[in-house]
């Protein structure tokens, strides 16, 4: 049995690395594909060398481009690779381009995909990784879930249960790994910050940071809150080129920085008074860190955050925004609860799926 676990971009590192780690443990034939869609060292390297992952076997160097040319580019690229390997499963996680683009491609082959955080839905078809996820989930045969609602999702679309495995959160397994050691670096001090008197801001959604109007708002806004509470910004280097092109000037107490290392951020979460970001992954991470999150978007498609999370939506209202700031800073926030199977062990429950996985199986639940 071989197994090619593929990845692409930032949010995917964390979530294979348990996986990679557990084939290794359990002597299962691997390999990894690095799409590269991410090729910054800051966006990717560093999170293989914190995340103690192996260099991949292959790295297709696709790097960025509309999402046409991204995703045919992986395609063409990782399709040479499955030819050449004959993988007899091939593991995608996360909803990135680079995601749909080989779970496409290994379906056309006939090679059955795992989905590695399937089955969530923003239901805001105007986003890209809605559009990912719903072709990611529907061409893969084993369904690894992460909550509840997933679950549902891939019900109500005709997807049969025996596809569908309720496995956990990989991203939780990586942050309860490394979370000890993220806090005892002391991140905040390196910015003369110090622990739980700070807001963490991260911006990079396009509906967010591509619309000049917009995006002047939510810089208006952080500086009205480092009023109140000094805002560190580490900025993905799509929004610090939309600000550099826009001429912004933020005032002292908005320490603009440049994207963190998996450990240092992880640090930096732990220890925020409030974190505010239109990530998908960091809400919840703040949930597993019991860290108050503002979520600048309209939609979520991980509701456990906000149902049993820390998390909050605040869509385009950042008066609403900037009150809870103001609440959250006097210590009025739900505590929340960690959902089910975010406990460190969803690899383990990836690996035995993948392992006990019957395409014959699969094939009969197809309808
Ligand atoms: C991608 C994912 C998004 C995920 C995000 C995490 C898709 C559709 N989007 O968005 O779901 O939340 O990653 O970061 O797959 N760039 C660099 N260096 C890099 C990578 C990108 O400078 O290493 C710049 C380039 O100008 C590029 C832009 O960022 O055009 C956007 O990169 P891209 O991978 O297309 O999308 P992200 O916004 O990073």
Redesign the pocket.
């Known amino acids: 049995m071989l197994i090619s676990n593929v990845v692409g ?3 995917n590192f964390m979530k294979i690395a348990p996986v990679v780690m557990e084939l290794s443990r359990r002597k299962i034939p691997h390999r990894l594909i690095h799409t590269g ?4 060292e800051a ?2 390297k560093v999170f293989f060398d914190e995340l103690g992952m192996p260099e991949p076997e292959a790295h297709l160097g696709v790097g ?1 481009g509309s ?1 046409a040319q ?1 995703t045919a580019r992986v395609m063409v690229a990782i399709e040479e690779d499955f030819l050449k390997h004959r993988p007899d499963m091939v593991v995608v996680a996360g ?3 680079s995601t749909a683009a080989a779970a496409m491609t290994a379906a056309k082959l006939g090679i059955p995909v795992a989905h590695v955080e399937a089955g969530l839905r923003s239901f805001d078809r105007s986003m ?2 809605e559009l ?1 996820r719903i072709v990611t989930d529907h061409l893969s045969d084993l369904l690894l879930t992460t909550e509840e609602s997933a679950n549902q999702n891939l019900k109500r679309e005709g997807i049969t249960d025996s596809k569908i495995c309720f496995a956990g959160n990989c991203m939780v397994d990586s942050l309860l790994r490394f979370r000890d050691r993220a806090i005892e670096k002391r991140p905040w001090e390196a910015h003369g910050l110090s622990p739980s008197h700070y807001a963490l801001l991260t911006l ?1 959604r396009p509906s967010n940071v591509d619309d000049p109007f917009r995006l002047t708002q939510l810089m208006d806004f952080a500086a009205r809150i480092s009023y109140r509470v000094p805002v560190l910004f580490p900025a ?3 929004t610090s ?1 939309r600000m550099e092109s826009l001429g912004v000037k933020l005032p002292e107490r908005v320490i603009v920085a440049r994207p963190q290392s998996y450990v240092t951020f992880l640090g930096l979460m732990a220890r925020a008074q409030v974190v505010l970001t239109d ?2 992954g960091i809400q919840e991470e703040t949930t597993a860190l019991s860290v108050p999150c503002l979520t600048l978007r309209g939609s979520t498609e991980r509701p456990s955050t906000i149902e049993q999370g820390t998390n909050c939506l605040v869509g385009e209202d950042l008066d609403l925004a900037e009150d809870l700031v103001e609440r959250i800073t006097l210590g009025d926030w739900k505590q929340g609860s960690v959902p089910p199977r975010w406990d460190g062990c969803a690899a383990q429950r990836v690996v035995s799926a993948i392992e006990t996985f019957s395409p014959r199986a699969s094939a009969s639940g197809v309808h």
């Open positions: 971009a930032r949010p869609q991410h090729y910054d966006m990717s960025s999402h991204q909803d990135v381009n890209p990784e990912n990079h993905h280097p799509r080129e990530s998908g």
